[in-house]
């Protein structure tokens, strides 16, 4: 079917592109990102029309409005609708993205990632936890332009999405970007360690035992970042109620 716009989109094809929208930078949603490109090869679409979708995505997201930018009009009820199936349940979605890649791009399924398992597995649980890691980890760095949120280093090696309700703990925010910060290797240590937590302000929290380290790298480094605000993530910002859990039950006072 048509519209006066083009040819409808599928939700198939709406939740692969909401599932990019989201591993990049908005102003990288351009018909020149290779990235857009790969996706319009896999739905058969042009790269400008892709782009264009996510634009629509953008016009929906209160993050860029807060910044001024208002992403593309036309939105549907489609962009709609997966907007708000992605923000209700995440691991679902993202899962969903992945098997729909593989069924739309022509690769074929292998038994280890079977669209109806017929049962639980360990080898299901490892493919999905996979899954969902990898999604994690490109949204998170996406979210915080590849730089760490508290130093400001931007080499991607030494960059770890970090949960902050931890996977074992929260299964409902494992895939969720606002329960993503990008800290570099140092600080996602001492942050999963509960020796230093974000406050509802969004400030760096050092835990005391820290605090009285007299050494100079702690001294110098360390506590020059105390009280600080993290940087601000350009798309989901940390859950609150995700910050006051891991206050609660991870951070050392």
């Known amino acids: 079917m048509k519209s006066r716009y083009g040819i409808l989109w599928s939700r198939e094809e709406l939740v692969l592109a909401f599932e990019l929208y989201c591993k990049i930078p908005f102003q990288q949603t351009n018909n020149r990102n290779p990235e857009v490109k790969e996706l319009a090869r896999i739905l058969g679409r042009t790269p400008s029309s892709v782009a264009r979708k996510l634009g629509n995505f953008g016009a929906l997201d209160p993050k860029l409005r807060e910044t001024g930018i208002k992403g593309l009009p036309n939105v549907s009820k489609g962009d709609c609708e997966v907007w708000e199936e992605f923000h209700a ?50 949204a998170t760095l996406s979210n915080y332009q590849t730089t760490c949120c508290i130093s400001g280093l931007s080499i991607p090696e030494c960059l770890n999405a970090s949960h ?38 969004l400030t760096v929290l050092f835990a005391s035992r820290v605090a009285r380290h007299n050494d100079s790298i702690t001294r110098n480094i360390l506590k020059s970042y105390s009280g600080r605000p993290i940087s601000r993530p350009i798309r989901f910002l940390p859950n609150k109620e995700c910050l006051e859990w891991h206050r609660e039950n991870i951070f050392e006072e």
Do not use: Y
């Open 89 to 138: 349940d995440w691991n679902a979605l993202v899962w969903e993205a992945d098997l729909l890649r593989k069924k739309i791009g022509g690769v074929p399924a292998d038994a280890s990632r079977p669209e109806a398992p017929s049962g639980p597995s360990e080898e299901m649980r490892l493919t999905k936890q996979r899954v969902h890691q990898a999604f994690f980890r490109e």
């Open 164 to 201: 902050i309700i931890p996977w074992r703990e929260g299964e409902e925010f494992r895939a969720n970007p606002a329960n993503g910060l990008c800290l570099s290797a140092t600080f996602h240590c001492l942050f999963d360690a509960g020796l230093l937590t974000v406050t509802e302000k």
